[in-house]
């Protein structure tokens, strides 16, 4: 164990000298809803329950990249409050040394059940996946009718102390962008983040549409039909890809997510842990490293931390999605956790 202490110049960096931090951990594919975007009606092909990392791999990993520098990590899914025995896993992940940020993503269905528990288990702050505010078209998007349970979901989640609540919505041509205002309305009242990610090319049926996507300045304008927005420059509510703007009398936040009009890729700061045990170099890219085999074989903690350093150093520059080179990624979101 000697030479797995942590010493200051051994830490995760990749090729391109980014500092690798930041841990995004898909704990299952399974999920209850059915986004159009995200995957088919009839839903996918599941991993096989034996594939599925267990949640003592997953801490023990945690811990050898938290000696790697990571000290933050978001658990998503498909849906992660599906998944039996969460709220113990997020506890122990809690209580690794070195991780001191930990979040979640949820489509923020079954949150207003859970909220208490999240926040006893040491879940800072929540990210919210929503991207429709009228019931037929929420309906449409995610072939769910739970509405209802995801805004009750938000002000329980705000009443547990998670802070903040962020609001993701992924803004489509044609189909909410008329939603773009009610949505920024919602950070006046409420102590919510809300976040426009512009929408980004994952295969699904639907099928990405370089024309369906409108640009962060584009979604910025349009908030500030409402009222002035003036930038936030605080790290409070963790950093992350978004530029953060307010309204001046608002308590909540609007964030602009361009992962395709304007990358933040040399910012980079992730690698990414599949359900069935896969290190993800990057969000676009199909180059995966297994390190479920070595968390089963036996092997040594040097081991399990080569393939970590390894999944760094393949990470990629960037993504090309605006370039004739880009090749869509075989996995739709819900087997990589956004
Ligand atoms: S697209 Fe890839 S390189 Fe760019 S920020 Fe996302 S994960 Fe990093």
Redesign the pocket.
């Known amino acids: 164990m000697d030479e797995m202490t942590k010493d200051s110049d051994n830490m995760l960096v990749d090729g391109y000298r980014r500092k690798i931090d930041y841990l995004r951990i898909s704990i299952t594919d399974r999920c209850n809803l059915r986004c159009v975007y995200c995957m088919p009606a009839e839903g996918i092909d599941l991993i096989k329950s034996a594939n599925i990392l267990r949640y003592e791999e997953i801490i023990r990993l945690v811990r050898i990249a938290a000696r790697r520098g990571v000290s933050k990590v978001r658990v998503t899914g498909g849906e992660p409050l599906v998944r039996k025995g969460i709220i113990d896993f997020l506890s122990e992940l809690n209580s690794i040394e070195g991780v001191n940020d930990l979040s979640l993503t949820t489509n923020g269905v079954l949150l207003a059940k859970m909220a208490g528990e999240l926040a006893a288990s040491g879940l800072k702050r929540v990210n919210v996946s929503l991207d429709s505010l009228k019931p037929d078209r929420f309906e449409k998007m995610t072939r769910g009718d739970n509405l209802g349970d995801v805004l009750n979901g938000l002000k329980a989640a705000e009443g547990a102390g998670l802070s903040p609540v962020k609001i993701n919505m992924v803004v489509i041509k044609d189909f909410n962008e008329d939603e773009i205002i009610d949505f920024a309305r919602m950070s006046i009242d409420n102590p919510y983040h809300v976040r426009f990610i512009e929408y980004m090319p994952f295969d699904t049926e639907a099928g990405w549409q370089k024309d369906k996507c409108i640009s962060a300045a584009e979604i910025k304008n349009i908030c500030s039909e409402v009222a002035p927005l003036v930038p936030v420059s605080d790290t409070k509510g963790g950093a992350g890809?978004a530029r953060r703007f307010k309204y001046a009398h608002a308590k909540g936040e609007i964030g602009l997510i361009s992962?395709v009009s304007d990358?933040?890729?040399g910012?980079?700061?992730?690698l990414?842990l599949t359900a069935d045990g896969k290190l993800r170099?990057?969000?676009?890219?199909d180059k995966e490293i297994d390190v479920r085999t070595s968390l089963r074989d036996g092997s040594e903690d040097s081991v399990i931390e080569k393939i970590l350093f390894q999944a760094a150093i393949e990470?990629?520059?960037?993504?090309y999605?605006n370039e004739n080179v880009f090749k869509r990624c075989s996995r739709t979101m819900s087997l990589i956790g956004g």
């Not at 910012?267 to 992730?270: D, E, L």
């Not at 990470?315 to 993504?319: F, N, S």
């Open positions: 890809p992962p990358h933040f890729c910012s980079c700061n992730r990414r170099t990057c969000l676009f890219s990470k990629p520059e960037r993504h999605i």
